[in-house]
């Protein structure tokens, strides 16, 4: 059986080559090096959300690129081409910047950067910190993503079914595409939702890393 240590409800193994125990914020969560069972979860949860991100967060160009030509053709009197007119270009400019934000803010609640307000909250115990979490997503963030989620799908399929288009009658087609984003905004907020939740249950039973703890309750924790 390997040598191991307890510190802080965590299992520390040794070095086999130096003999020395690594440092409490670079742990596992688990016995044999392996992660400990929610934060393997949590881990799986949070690449689906980086990896929709990392793919919508390129309409960030789309988008300077569409304002950059919009700017220039209209101000120079320069033909636009690709069959495009000043309604579908703007509206364009709509589409790709919802596609940045849909699909972008799960992932930004993951890395902790909405704002918080913590007027109370950071003069509480760690321990105390995690269950307000845990209450948050169990009471507000997780049904209230879920239920909207369910809600919009009717919005969407009412949108496809229309074939709906542009109010504009010269704007682009198929609306019912970017429409489709809301729900799945609210997907991924509830894939973050339940991530925080089992990474918050994780701190609250002591098996968070140190060095995770900041990046899951944001602030200066």
């Known amino acids: 059986m390997r040598p ?15 003999g020395q125990e690594p440092q409490a914020g670079s742990v ?3 016995l044999g090096g392996t992660m400990h069972p929610l934060l393997r979860t949590s881990t799986m949860l949070d690449t689906i959300i980086d990896r929709v991100a990392m793919v919508f967060v390129w309409s960030s160009i789309l ?32 589409w790709f910047h ?3 934000f849909s699909f972008t ?17 950071d003069r509480l115990p760690l321990k105390v910190k995690f269950l307000i979490e845990i209450l948050g997503c169990l009471l507000f963030l997780i049904p209230y993503a879920v239920i909207t989620f369910y809600f919009t799908l009717d919005y969407v399929e009412h949108s496809f079914a229309q074939q709906e288009v542009s109010k ?20 991924l907020l509830a894939i973050a939702g339940v991530s925080q939740l089992l990474k918050s249950v994780a701190g609250f039973i002591g098996v968070l890393p140190d060095n995770q703890v900041t990046s899951t309750l944001g602030g200066d924790n």
């Open 63 to 94: 988008l300077m690129l569409a304002v950059i030509y919009d700017v220039i053709t209209r101000y120079f009197g320069l033909p636009r081409g690709f069959g495009l007119n000043a309604t579908k270009l703007q509206e364009s400019e709509y």
């Open 105 to 121: 803010l799960a992932w930004a609640y993951r890395r902790q950067a909405h704002v918080r307000i913590d007027l109370i909250r």
């Open 98 to 100: 919802t596609l940045l």
């Open 4 to 18: 191991e240590t307890i510190i802080s409800g965590r299992n520390l193994q040794f070095d086999k080559t130096s």
């Open 168 to 187: 504009s009658g010269v704007g682009l087609p198929h609306t019912w595409i970017i429409k489709s984003t809301i729900p799945l905004m609210f997907l």
């Open 28 to 30: 596992t969560a688990d």
